[in-house]
DNA sequence: AACTCGGGGTG
DNA sequence: CACCCAGAGTT
């Protein structure tokens, strides 16, 4: 599985390869922000720390999504002197929107760090990249190629694709041995000058021309190296990740209104004990006050006995993992409040509405919460 | 090796 | 929906 040359490659094979990339980049790639300097000139040499912001925000997340960020946030923090001297909260503020917080955070860290250690000007050593927080691998080639021509391999969903392709790779890139294969392709490839357009390059190719499904083949410059196009499995190569399992999950949630608050607990549907319990602000709705011998009932059954409610199944994805969910759902208006007050359940957990809202919007809870806050929602009784 | 982080885009 | 996206860090 390791990674060598088609036999029939001589040096110059892989040479005219090398050049057919770059001028097609040379000629096709996109206008992106990161690859101008902070005044707007193209051209020219590309400021490491513009790189570095963009690649942070590109991770796992398209160009589309990023572009505005990047604008917003080299605008406020234009070097890494700023941003080491940046409030954390400004940091996240600015990053708000974009997902996965931590890689903010990392990048704040760095340089700060950076700053502890008196480096005013991003370094082009990798052993100091390589120590930073949120640089793995593929970031600190992709700094380094880009900003200094360093020779450096780079290997993400993009160029990943275009060299299983290209070499026919079968098996997945991604995966055990497959992982080391793609990095050495990606190191066998690299030219000696150029090296950051070059890596450009790859992801351009594989971002416009080679893309997942679909790819344009008859406009690849590549096309007449192409193992997978020889062989007609561009499709199939690299093969689709596959779906994560669907845990199935039963829960019961409960939703009690008194007044202006809603009570909503939720557990394991085989549980005996209710796992969360929250407030939610909520209007009263007319007829609340009808229902109040359906609260004392369930009030009785919120003591443990089983529920026999209506049902709601959805599901939902959070993060890779997907859970088929099971909401029985039992809603009730108390009148006069006080029943359930939070020392009734051991074992209960009050969350207050800023908790609730810090759960990720396809989580479990948040989900249940939409649906049973839900102003427009018929009440179940029972 | 599997999982987590979190939306958003696309067909 | 399914599938993907300029990954890194943790378990």
């Not at 996109?30 to 590309?46: I, N, S, Y």
């Not at 409030?87 to 708000?96: A, G, H, I, S, Y």
């Not at 760095?110 to 050593?125: G, I, R, S, T, W």
């Not at 607990?265 to 709705?285: F, I, K, T, Y």
């Amino acid at each position: 599985m390791s990674f060598s040359l088609p036999p029939s490659w001589s040096g110059r094979t892989l040479t005219g390869l090398r050049t057919k990339l770059l001028n097609w980049f040379d000629k096709h790639q996109r206008d992106l922000p990161w690859r101008r300097a902070a005044d707007g000139t193209a051209g020219g040499p590309r400021d490491p720390y513009r790189v570095w912001v963009s690649e942070v925000m590109l991770q796992q997340t398209t160009v589309t999504a990023v572009v505005p960020y990047f604008e917003r946030f080299v605008a406020a923090l234009p070097d890494v002197r700023a941003l080491a001297a940046a409030d954390e909260q400004r940091v996240l503020k600015l990053w708000e929107g974009l997902g996965y917080y931590r890689r903010a955070r990392h990048l704040h860290a760095a340089a700060k760090a950076l700053a502890e250690a008196h480096v005013d000007q991003l370094p082009d050593d990798p052993a100091v990249w390589d120590a930073l927080p949120g640089v793995g691998r593929y970031i600190l080639g992709a700094v380094l190629s880009q900003a200094f021509d360093r020779k450096l391999p780079i290997v993400e969903a993009n160029s990943l694709r275009v060299l299983a392709r290209l070499f026919g790779h079968r098996g997945d890139p991604r995966v055990g041995a497959g992982k080391a294969w793609v990095w050495t392709a990606a190191e066998t490839v690299l030219p000696n000058a150029r090296c950051g357009d070059f890596n450009q390059a790859l992801m351009e190719l594989g971002a416009l021309v080679c893309t997942p499904t679909a790819p344009d083949c008859g406009a690849c410059p590549l096309q007449g190296h192409c193992e997978a196009k020889r062989l007609g499995l561009q499709e199939q190569i690299p093969p689709k990740k596959k779906p994560p399992a669907i845990t199935e999950v039963s829960e019961v949630g409960v939703v009690i209104r008194s007044g202006d608050t809603l009570l909503l607990c939720q557990r394991p549907a085989d549980a005996g004990r209710w796992q969360n319990m929250w407030e939610v602000p909520h209007a009263p709705r007319a007829g609340d006050e009808d229902v109040s011998d359906a609260a004392v009932r369930v009030a009785k059954e919120l003591t443990g006995l089983d529920v026999e409610p209506g049902v709601e199944v959805m599901t939902v994805k959070h993060g890779v993992t997907r859970y088929a969910i099971t909401l029985v759902c039992v809603e009730a208006a108390l009148v006069g409040g006080g029943a359930f007050a939070p020392g009734s359940y051991a074992d209960a957990k009050w969350v207050t509405p800023a908790d609730l809202a810090a759960y990720p919007v396809s989580s479990p809870q948040r989900k249940l919460m939409t649906a049973l806050a839900d102003p427009n929602r018929q009440p179940r009784l029972f």
